[in-house]
């Protein structure tokens, strides 16, 4: 069964360093998510795309975020520099376009990320 | 920023029982959808409901919506220890998707 891939699915890092991860959706998903999740909370969205465009950025730290998806598949969220409040979990997921407008994404396992 | 609240925020009941679990939410929606998380995992669709339908059932799981009440439940029934999961609803207006908090159900067996 196909699934999302994301990588790394760890990452440790200092305050101030740049961290990037990436995500890679099912064949042929039009739409990809990168949600941000605290322990404890729910996923909130940081960047929406549709193909290569983004759709919904309002939410993404822009100071300090940055995302991609440059070919409309895989996509790659950078932040640089992190700081503490960045550790949360990374969760990328992708949908298809669906017959009368329904969506459900499919997620992939996520990026731990620990900023120390 | 998010859509909804869940309530309760943590659940735990005993294998064979129900599950109920509540969402409220603010704006106007097309579909609602439950999703299941697994302790340090991505989350898993359950299931969704547009927002013409009042119930929808899936197995063990039965979603109503409300939405002049802007609300939804969620139930499971004869639980399982494998149900013990974070739960979550979410929101879909205009393919802008949002959670809620979720609740975290915990079976024992």
């Known amino acids: 069964e196909a699934e999302v891939a994301q990588s790394p699915r760890y990452k440790i890092t200092e305050k101030s360093q740049a961290v990037a991860f990436w995500c890679d959706p099912i064949?042929?998903?039009?739409?990809l998510y990168w949600y941000r999740q605290i322990l404890g909370q729910g996923p909130e969205l940081l960047v929406q795309?549709?193909?290569?465009?983004?759709?919904?950025d309002s939410q993404l730290p822009k100071d300090r975020f940055s995302a991609e998806r440059l070919k409309g598949v895989d996509s790659t969220l950078k932040i640089q520099p992190a700081e503490l409040g960045d550790s949360a979990m990374y969760l990328c997921a992708s949908s298809p376009r669906l017959a009368g407008g329904d969506l459900s994404l499919f997620f992939g396992p996520g990026t731990r990320l620990t900023v120390l | 920023s998010q859509q909804g609240e869940e309530d309760p925020q943590a659940l735990s009941i005993q294998e064979g029982e129900n599950a109920t679990m509540n969402c409220s939410y603010k704006?106007?929606?097309?579909?609602l959808q439950w999703y299941r998380q697994n302790s340090g995992r991505g989350l898993v669709h359950l299931i969704l409901?547009?927002?013409?339908?009042r119930e929808k059932h899936s197995g063990r799981l039965r979603v109503t919506l409300d939405t002049s009440k802007k609300s939804s439940s969620l139930l499971i029934t004869a639980s399982r220890a494998a149900d013990t999961a974070s739960y979550f609803c979410a929101t879909d207006n205009n393919n802008d998707m949002r959670f809620g908090a979720g609740t975290r159900l915990t079976v024992k067996p």
């Open positions: 795309f549709q193909d290569e465009s983004v759709v919904d």
């Open positions: 064949s042929g998903h039009a739409t």
């Open positions: 409901i547009r927002s013409n339908e």
């Open positions: 704006t106007s929606i097309n579909n």
